[in-house]
């Protein structure tokens, strides 16, 4: 056999050149057999029966084999062999039983050449000795195998398997002597040509039908064998006993396998049903095909590798009337394809991380093949795109930790179990929650909530009457406009995001006339003594007059009227320093210049489109302690929320909303509340934070929040003395008059919290079965129950 | 900034493909190459295997944790175009369903928001989406969009629930009327967004064109609280896009060019409060991005496999955040 394939090497020493291709047939193809030229391949099916030319663009007709009228069923063929020897020499396997050889070499139109005429059923499979140019061997359905010599009539010996049908009889290429035939029942058996009589030795390969084999071109001990169980095992038969070396499992039944020329490890195999395409496999990476041909359009059903030293072209014929031409650098990969990397983000923070761990060992791990030098032939190595993928590939998962303050989210479990949402009063949630903040190093947030107390908690903020909630409404717009200021030149020494843009053609439609320069002063100044975290863009205040003036006037000229400056996202300050007003004069000048100087902070106040109601005494409060009214703020504090919001921080946008209550709420719309609060809500469950969780359902005050905490709020109770349902209200049971929920350590009716046991139903007061239980293992009520309070 | 803190030994005998943690971050579902999915408890830094999933006859591509509101339920999908349901039911992990719909591999499933009941989306190489809708009963509905993406669909990424107006303005007792929607990707180099309509069916609402080269991974940012959509594509052609549409009437989405990287990215992965950008690319490198206040994405760490590094970028951003 060495010698033989070095003569076919030198037969066909130019490179071979070809595309992937296809041409029609016009039936169905049952098997296909490549001329030992690489040239020529004739298909053979229950119709056709064609000799091709393989050229470098297309396939060429050469030649129709079935001939005469009335084609004979001697014609329908179910297998086709091309000698490897001898260029005109075919044999094919009829459905009929009759094995037929073919002359190419005859000069007349029917090359038909002997006929025999001994098997009773389907042969399967012919298949023509590597080295001996006479001996043909063929395999059928009627368990018989049966060789030839082609120089005489009859068959020269018969082996009979002992059982069903041969699915498959190939020659070792390697043993002078040897064959392998697989059975119907999933048996391989060898066999020695000289000794009919018993096989060699015979094993179990498969579960059910055996389909094919193939012996290595190269490594004389190891035989593929495909089956119906969808796997192709890889045999080492140099051993005692057949030793499976690989296994590949493939999604459908393996009809064909060919071993790949020069790629030790490489077969290709199609499948007999559902899955049409062709596989290539490199037996160590048994999970993913290397490359796969995906052209035909129905099953595949002959597989033959153009060239015994080349591994780039694969023929294929097909049910669907086609002939292919495979190129090995068309194929689509699936590993390659496959992505070789896993990412999640996980709750906490942290993040899951597979990658490949051989990338580079892959690439190093190529190495060139034992056979390599005895054919130094026309194929380049390199170009082979299977060999980066030898070996097992493997991965490595890692799991990674944020360091607090990036990514991890701890943060947000303590906050959520630190902060007091409700219950005090204001001023000491604001510091109790400031304070957590800054213990857990979110400086911002806990400035934020300084601030947030400085602005709703002065001393002497009392909480205002609503009086004035109807004077708001009902105003008219489009008053004159009075007067407006440009905030630009009070920002100066803020950071840029901090800046409020307002021009001067905004309407502000101011009502209140005062003339109050000097308290615009005292406001400012005051501003200044307090060194409160305020920002100075809210300075524009212009705190004007009287409070009582001011509520004498107002109501003729409220206004609902939105402002229509408009804050950048980021507006709301993060880090204040007090900052210095600008000179009053200026300021005073501006106001001076229009006849109006006037109380604007109503409509600051009333920055929300859903507000039309502010209270306006609020502001005159405000001005008694020298400050701004809470009102007035709320449009920031939106703006603050929305931005906390954004960066992620729902948390503190659902904290804020909640300890400020009315104070903020109706400047936000419902919607926005609704969305922060469910997807808060949803994010402490999924921390398993469900006390949390039901705090803030508890607190919340949006009608589709608060209604989450009462689904499923029934409790079905059953007597525990006559274990009948309790109908009526209240802890005496109907039936059989006696207190159901006793409680079973102080013999007293347990109202509240009442634990019992699943296993005994026994139970009472929380504090007394955890007491009783941590002495005793046993039921208080004395039923010899063991309980376990978990 | 990062830190290995567990390395799973997964004895996988195969390429990982993916690596899902559950709803409350304490499971970790890998699936591989050498067809198994296997079950992880992570919790407290641990690794205990909890189950291995046998069922697939090819290389896993994916899974997908369903909420936890429908019991355990896990996802699997196959280069052997089956997508397999599994479901722990006392303690033991069994198949509930399988799915045999698809005439290629299944590349990508996901779970809709748990609002909508139990829907998978499947995109598969053969070019169709599959929905599968659990009708109760272990029965499920199966619709599919044939052509979603032509030579093939590489990931789904459902949008987070969101119900035109509030939650107050439905009528009592009915389900809200949400807009189901998802984005996927494929190897026309399309992200498409499917939107489906009143009648049930499924209808293509928009194409994202930017990518030269196969999209292999969308993300749809949860919505914690933003007004904003915001959708995250990685591609084969190196790139990165971050999309948005900040008006869901306009539906027009604006993309913003991440990084581009010298080789194909396989995935982004959002935080939970989708602010920090997860992306893993070819050099077995993952990077995390975090939006700075000026609307620049920048990289504020990397890790490489096996251990973490900061970058400089760091400690800017941190400075940015306070």
């Known amino acids: 056999m060495e010698k033989m394939s070095r003569v076919t090497t030198a037969l066909s020493s130019s490179a071979l050149t070809g595309h992937t291709m296809h041409c029609h047939l016009d039936a169905p193809a049952n098997a296909i057999s490549v001329c030992r030229d690489a040239a020529q391949v004739v298909v053979a099916g229950r119709s056709i029966f064609k000799i091709y030319a393989i050229e470098e663009e297309q396939f060429v007709e050469k030649l129709n084999l079935r001939v005469g009228r009335k084609p004979s069923l001697n014609l329908s063929c179910a297998d086709v062999v091309w000698h490897q020897m001898d260029e005109n020499l075919l044999a094919t396997a009829a459905t009929n039983g009759v094995v037929v050889t073919w002359n190419l070499g005859r000069p007349s139109r029917n090359k038909q050449d002997q006929l025999f005429t001994e098997h009773k059923r389907t042969v399967n499979k012919v298949c023509f000795h590597p080295s001996e140019a006479h001996v043909l061997l063929s395999g059928s359905q009627d368990g018989f195998m049966k060789c030839f010599d082609l120089r005489r009539k009859d068959s020269v010996s018969t082996f009979s398997g002992q059982s069903e049908s041969v699915r498959d009889v190939q020659f070792s290429i390697r043993d002078y002597f040897t064959f392998a035939s697989t059975f119907e029942n999933g048996n391989v058996q060898l066999w020695d040509i000289r000794r009919p009589d018993r096989c060699e030795r015979m094993f179990t390969a498969h579960n059910g039908p055996v389909f094919c084999c193939d012996w290595h071109p190269e490594d004389r001990g190891w035989l593929a064998t495909g089956g119906r169980d969808k796997m192709v095992k890889v045999w080492d038969m140099t051993t005692q006993r057949a030793k499976e070396v690989h296994c590949v499992q493939t999604i459908a039944s393996v009809a064909r396998v060919k071993w790949r020329p020069e790629c030790r490890h490489h077969l290709a195999t199609c499948s007999m049903m559902v899955d049409h395409n062709i596989y290539v496999w490199d037996v160590r990476r048994p999970f993913v095909p290397a490359a796969m041909f995906e052209e035909h359009r129905d099953v595949t059903t002959g597989i033959a590798w153009r060239h015994p030293h080349d591994p780039s072209f694969l023929l294929s014929g097909s049910k669907d009337s086609t002939l292919c031409q495979h190129l090995f650098r068309d194929a689509s990969q699936p590993v390659e394809r496959a992505n070789p990397e896993g990412l999640c983000y996980g709750l906490f923070g942290d993040l899951a991380f597979a990658a490949k761990e051989s990338l580079v060992a892959a690439e190093s791990g190529r190495k060139p093949y034992a056979g390599d030098r005895r054919h130094p032939i026309f194929f380049k190595r390199k170009l082979d795109p299977a060999e980066p993928f030898a070996g097992l590939a493997s991965s490595a998962l890692s799991v990674f930790e944020m360091e607090p303050g990036s990514g991890s989210m701890s943060w947000f479990v303590d906050t959520a179990e630190r902060y007091a949402l409700a219950g005090r009063p204001l001023a000491e949630l604001c510091d109790h929650n400031s304070k957590v903040a800054r213990e857990l190093g979110r400086n911002q947030v806990a400035q934020t909530w300084t601030m947030l107390r400085i602005i709703y908690c002065s001393p002497g903020l009392v909480p205002t009457t609503n009086l004035n909630h109807s004077v708001g409404k009902g105003s008219s717009c489009g008053l004159p406009l009075m007067n407006s200021f440009n905030l630009k030149d009070m920002a100066q020494g803020l950071g840029s995001e901090t800046r409020l843009d307002r021009s001067k053609g905004d309407t502000r439609s101011d009502t209140v006339l005062l003339d109050s320069s000097a308290t615009l002063i005292t406001n400012e100044d005051n501003e200044e003594t307090e060194g409160s975290d305020v920002p100075a863009d809210y300075l524009l205040g212009d705190a004007e007059g009287e409070d ?222 955890m007491k009783w239980l941590e002495g005793s293992s046993h039921c208080p009520a004395g039923c010899g129950h063991l309980c376990e309070y978990s | 900034m990062v830190s290995v803190i567990n390395t799973v030994d997964t004895s996988h005998e195969d390429m990982i493909h993916d690596a899902q943690m559950d709803y409350y971050g304490t499971r970790l579902a890998t699936c591989s190459s050498d067809r198994s999915v296997k079950i992880f408890d992570v919790r407290n830094g641990g690794q205990i295997l909890i189950a291995d999933l046998r069922g697939h006859e090819g290389p896993v591509w994916q899974v997908a944790w369903a909420h936890p509101m429908y019991g355990n339920i896990l996802a699997s999908c196959s280069y052997d175009r089956k997508v397999i349901i599994w479901k722990e039911e006392n303690g033991t992990w069994e198949k509930t369903h399988e799915h045999t719909g698809h005439d290629s591999s299944v590349n990508s499933v996901c779970w809709a928001p748990h609002d909508y009941g139990l829907i998978l989306a499947c995109g598969s190489s053969d070019g169709a989406i599959s929905l599968l809708t659990y009708t109760g009963e272990g029965q499920w509905d199966v619709k599919k969009i044939n052509n979603a993406h032509t030579i093939g669909c590489n990931a789904v990424s459902w949008a987070p629930a969101v119900v035109p107006g509030s939650l107050i303005d439905q009528p009592s007792g009915q389900k809200p009327n949400y807009i189901k929607k998802f984005a996927s990707g494929g190897c026309d180099n399309l992200i498409k967004l499917w939107k489906e309509e009143e009648d049930g069916q499924w209808k293509e609402e928009q194409k994202l064109e930017a990518h030269s080269d196969w999209v292999r991974d969308v993300a749809w940012a949860p919505s914690i609280g933003l007004p904003t959509s915001t959708i995250a594509s990685c591609s084969q052609d190196g790139r990165v896009f971050v999309w948005t549409c900040d008006d869901a009437s306009s539906n027009t989405w604006s993309p913003k060019l991440l990084h581009k990287f010298n080789d194909v990215v396989w995935h982004v992965s959002w935080s939970i409060t989708a602010n920090i950008l997860a992306v893993s690319g070819g050099d077995n490198k993952v990077t995390l991005w975090k939006e700075s206040v000026d609307g620049q994405w920048v990289c504020i760490s990397d890790v490489n496999k096996g251990q973490g590094s900061v970058s400089a970028s760091v400690t800017e951003s941190q400075q940015n955040e306070q």
């Open chain 1, 548 to 769: 009582d003036e001011l509520y004498l006037l107002d109501p003729d000229h409220a206004h609902t009227e939105e402002p229509e400056y408009v804050l950048p996202q980021e507006a709301f300050p993060l880090r204040h320093e007090i900052v210095d007003t600008p000179p009053g004069p200026e300021n005073l000048q501006d106001k001076a210049d229009s006849p109006h100087v006037s109380g604007s902070e109503a409509d600051v106040a009333s920055l929300a489109p859903m507000d039309s109601s502010f209270s306006l005494v609020s502001v005159s409060h405000a001005l008694y302690d020298s400050r701004l009214p809470p009102d007035f703020f709320s449009a920031l504090v939106c703006d603050m929320l929305r931005f906390y919001a954004e960066q992620g921080d729902v948390q503190m946008a659902v904290s804020v909303l909640i300890v400020l209550g009315e104070r903020v709420r109706k400047d936000i719309d419902e919607q926005t509340q609704e969305h922060w609060y469910a997807s808060y809500i949803d994010l402490l469950q999924r921390f398993c934070l469900w006390n949390v969780s039901n705090q803030v359902v508890k607190l919340s005050t949006s009608r589709a929040i608060s209604c989450l905490n009462q689904a499923s709020t029934t409790l079905h109770v059953n007597c525990s003395h006559c274990k009948r349902p309790m109908s009526s209200r209240g802890w005496v049971c109907d039936r059989c008059h006696r207190c159901a929920s006793m409680c079973a350590v102080c013999h007293h009716v347990v109202k509240g919290l009442f634990v019992w046991c699943q296993g005994c139903s026994h139970g009472g007061h929380l504090q007394h079965i």
